[in-house]
């Protein structure tokens, strides 16, 4: 590579890398933990349920429940199931019927407990799984201004993978396995950077490139609507298969009485390994109603196995099907793989385990990213106002992002200990804590030590939170073992390990000087 190639990709890499770094590294921290949103939104309500994303519930006896509520007659309901917990997720359209009472037109969304039937609105069953999900793509940041931050975040994440990979092509197998701790400051965390860089390649590339597809894909589409669909975005959504077919409100009154369970179980038993994800009620009450049936295979059946049942409730009569093992078609292999390699559901606890750990090292790599951009300007003939400069970037960069363990951490704790908090308390709690946190560490300048306090109190607040657990409920992570609570053990035993492995790096790091 001549020169000027690398002096291109050099700064590419650099400039890309440094500009999105505190962005960038709370979205891969947030989003490790995002692994296990399910995990952790069970714990926190101290429930346990089925590790799975099927939809499991008496729907009849839970329309006739909601039916005493709101008054389905007319409405569109959409029950679906976003993560795996007892509670099922609602959304009823106002009401069809143009007679109707103001009220039955309005539409509404919550969640369902699927076993006593108590609804929630998003407020009341916001959780610390759902804000930690959320703040992986900054959905805190006003809509839409978050999620295009995220979206070309990692759009430059990608930039600085590829210039990354072109920088070190030629000796990229030979600095894989080169690390030398005990040489000049810049050689290690060159070292540490390329080596754990190229560990995390493939993750961090799938990421890169799902992340900024699913936050920016709005603006990607946009200049095709406008051309081929004449600015009709729903024509898109339409031919996207994201719109659901429509059936018209025929204004009388259905006599027959309907069993949505039974339409539900036989759409399930046309395929083996079957799972009910959606169901779509469509003019509940109507003689033209109809009931939607969606679900997909197993994953380790079938990686993308979407299918569909369309029922019309007057006479039971199958109108519609799509089956998961052979019609599905490059859209739904596009949509799916897409979700999927994203969200790592389809590997069990073993595959989110390991992205957890990858998630990790890339927080590692872009601080290494950093400090290799500020020990190589804090040479001597700098002028020293510049030097100044450069380490105060590099300590606010620092007290925002480390101070993320321990404010996590303690998050759990109050979050167990005042359950439930509601949405506005659990923000004032994580952003309130993490800016005090932030503040401290950079009028403190120090960054030796805001490594040191970030690693032993979040180890501390780590060894707490099953302590927290066991006291506040009594269930302690032996008993939830052996009670088969799975989810709840999980988190207590995934803090203890975590805590310990960062204690032990607390107590092992040793401060370097730079070397010019």
Same mark, same amino acid.
């Given at each position: 590579?001549?020169?000027?190639?690398?002096?291109?990709?050099?700064?590419?890499?650099?400039?890309?890398?440094?500009?999105?770094?505190?962005?960038?590294?709370?979205?891969?921290?947030?989003?490790?933990?995002?692994?296990?949103?399910?995990?952790?939104?069970?714990?926190?309500?101290?429930?346990?349920?089925?590790?799975?994303?099927?939809? @499991?519930?008496?729907?009849?006896?839970?329309?006739?429940?909601?039916?005493?509520?709101?008054?389905?007659?007319?409405?569109?309901?959409?029950?679906?199931?976003?993560?795996?917990?007892?509670?099922?997720?609602?959304?009823?359209?106002?009401?069809?019927?143009?007679?109707?009472?103001?009220?039955?037109?309005?539409?509404?969304?919550?969640?369902?407990?699927?076993?006593?039937?108590?609804?929630?609105?998003?407020?009341?069953?916001?959780?610390?799984?759902?804000?930690?999900?959320?703040?992986?793509?900054?959905?805190?940041?006003?809509?839409?201004?978050? %999620?295009?931050?995220?979206?070309?975040?990692?759009?430059?994440?990608?930039?600085?993978?590829?210039?990354?990979?072109?920088?070190?092509?030629?000796?990229?197998?030979?600095?894989?396995?080169?690390?030398?701790?005990?040489?000049?400051?810049?050689?290690?965390?060159?070292?540490?950077?390329?080596?754990?860089?190229?560990?995390?390649?493939?993750?961090?590339?799938?990421?890169?490139?799902?992340?900024?597809?699913?936050?920016?894909?709005?603006?990607?589409?946009?200049?095709?609507?406008?051309?081929?669909?004449?600015?009709?975005?729903?024509?898109?959504?339409?031919?996207?298969?994201? =719109?659901?077919?429509? %059936?018209?409100?025929? %204004?009388?009154?259905?006599?027959?009485?309907?069993?949505?369970?039974?339409?539900?179980?036989?759409?399930?038993?046309?395929?083996?390994?079957?799972?009910?994800?959606?169901?779509?009620? @469509?003019?509940?009450?109507?003689?033209?109603?109809?009931?939607?049936?969606?679900?997909?295979?197993?994953?380790?059946?079938?990686?993308?196995?979407?299918?569909?049942?369309?029922?019309?409730?007057?006479?039971?009569?199958?109108?519609?099907?799509?089956?998961?093992?052979?019609?599905?078609?490059?859209?739904?292999?596009?949509?799916?793989?897409?979700?999927?390699?994203?969200?790592?559901?389809?590997?069990? %606890?073993?595959?989110?385990?390991?992205?957890?750990?990858?998630?990790?090292?890339?927080?590692?790599?872009?601080?290494?990213?950093?400090?290799?951009?500020?020990?190589?300007?804090?040479?001597?003939?700098?002028?020293?106002?510049?030097?100044?400069?450069?380490?105060?970037?590099?300590?606010?960069?620092?007290?925002?992002?480390?101070?993320?363990?321990?404010?996590?951490?303690?998050?759990?704790?109050?979050?167990?200990?005042?359950?439930?908090?509601?949405?506005? =308390?659990?923000?004032?709690?994580?952003?309130?804590?993490?800016?005090?946190?932030?503040?401290?560490?950079?009028?403190?300048?120090?960054?030796?030590?805001?490594?040191?306090?970030?690693?032993?109190?979040?180890?501390?607040?780590?060894?707490?939170?099953?302590?927290?657990?066991?006291?506040?409920?009594? =269930?302690?992570?032996? =008993?939830?073992?052996?009670?088969?609570?799975? @989810?709840?053990?999980?988190?207590?035993?995934?803090?203890?390990?975590?805590?310990?492995?960062?204690?032990?790096?607390?107590?092992?790091?040793?401060?370097?000087?730079?070397?010019?």
């Amino acid at each position: 590579m001549n020169n000027r190639h690398y002096n291109i990709y050099f700064h590419t890499h650099t400039v890309s890398g440094i500009v999105i770094s505190v962005v960038l590294f709370v979205i891969f921290f947030a989003g490790s933990f995002s692994f296990f949103r399910d995990e952790i939104i069970n714990w926190e309500r101290s429930e346990s349920t089925a590790i799975t994303r099927e939809i @499991q519930l008496d729907y009849n006896k839970a329309l006739k429940d909601l039916d005493k509520k709101h008054i389905l007659h007319g409405r569109n309901i959409t029950i679906s199931k976003p993560s795996v917990e007892e509670r099922v997720a609602v959304y009823m359209e106002g009401t069809r019927d143009t007679l109707a009472p103001a009220k039955q037109k309005e539409g509404s969304f919550f969640y369902l407990d699927t076993k006593n039937f108590k609804s929630y609105t998003y407020e009341e069953s916001y959780s610390l799984g759902e804000l930690l999900y959320r703040l992986h793509f900054l959905a805190q940041i006003p809509y839409p201004a978050g %999620y295009y931050l995220s979206g070309f975040t990692a759009l430059f994440f990608l930039f600085a993978i590829v210039t990354g990979v072109l920088l070190h092509w030629k000796k990229i197998v030979s600095n894989f396995y080169i690390f030398r701790p005990k040489e000049k400051l810049k050689t290690l965390w060159t070292d540490a950077h390329t080596a754990l860089g190229m560990i995390g390649l493939p993750f961090q590339f799938v990421y890169a490139v799902t992340g900024a597809f699913f936050m920016i894909k709005l603006l990607i589409v946009a200049p095709a609507v406008m051309a081929l669909y004449e600015g009709d975005d729903k024509k898109l959504y339409q031919e996207l298969e994201y =719109n659901d077919p429509d %059936y018209a409100f025929e %204004y009388k009154k259905l006599a027959n009485p309907f069993n949505v369970n039974e339409l539900v179980a036989k759409a399930k038993n046309n395929w083996k390994d079957f799972e009910i994800t959606r169901v779509i009620v @469509q003019n509940y009450g109507d003689i033209n109603m109809h009931v939607l049936v969606e679900g997909e295979l197993l994953s380790h059946k079938k990686f993308v196995g979407v299918g569909k049942v369309v029922y019309r409730v007057s006479d039971g009569k199958e109108i519609a099907k799509k089956d998961p093992i052979s019609q599905n078609n490059y859209l739904d292999g596009v949509k799916t793989v897409l979700y999927r390699v994203h969200f790592g559901d389809y590997g069990g %606890y073993a595959l989110k385990i390991i992205s957890f750990v990858l998630g990790i090292i890339t927080c590692f790599v872009i601080i290494s990213g950093v400090m290799i951009w500020l020990v190589a300007r804090q040479k001597n003939n700098l002028p020293e106002k510049k030097r100044r400069f450069n380490a105060a970037v590099v300590r606010i960069y620092l007290a925002i992002c480390l101070s993320m363990y321990p404010i996590t951490a303690l998050a759990f704790i109050g979050s167990k200990i005042f359950y439930p908090l509601s949405q506005s =308390n659990l923000f004032s709690l994580y952003f309130g804590g993490w800016l005090l946190l932030a503040v401290f560490f950079i009028f403190k300048k120090n960054d030796g030590f805001t490594t040191k306090f970030c690693l032993i109190s979040g180890s501390i607040l780590g060894f707490l939170i099953p302590i927290t657990n066991g006291i506040v409920t009594g =269930n302690w992570f032996w =008993n939830s073992f052996i009670h088969n609570q799975i @989810q709840i053990f999980f988190i207590d035993v995934f803090w203890i390990a975590l805590a310990s492995i960062s204690l032990y790096v607390a107590y092992h790091l040793k401060p370097k000087k730079a070397v010019a």
